[in-house]
């Protein structure tokens, strides 16, 4: 599985990496908008996961990415529980789960496994 995650956390993202070998995917940080349209246009991938925290993307922007794109792919976005209006637009833009950081972070691997 190859998996792009939006995100700019620069603690985190080794974790998701570290879990995703764990289950034999691989996992490619993706810093911009911009250079998500890059490497959807060079990869394939299987999964999005977006970080409602990264004020580089918004749900909207990066679904209109993704659905421009000829490839299909699922979608998750995870975020602080207390920022529900986060939350809620990443369920509005279409995403196909959401999530809680807590339940991000204790479903990592089944995530990686699930594919």
Known sequence: MNCFFLSSD???????????SQCGARVKTVLSP????????????????LDLSCSLFTPDQVMQVLNTSEQTMKTLAFGPHVQ?????????AGFDAVMS??????????????E
């Open 34 to 49: 911009g250079k998500l349209e890059d490497e959807l246009a060079q990869h394939e991938c299987d999964l999005v996961i």
């Open 10 to 20: 620069l603690m985190f993202g080794p974790r998701v990496s570290h879990a995703a």
């Open 84 to 92: 529900e209006e986060k939350l809620q637009a990443a369920v509005a």
């Open 101 to 114: 950081n807590g339940q991000f972070n204790q479903s990592l691997m089944q995530i990686f496994a699930s």
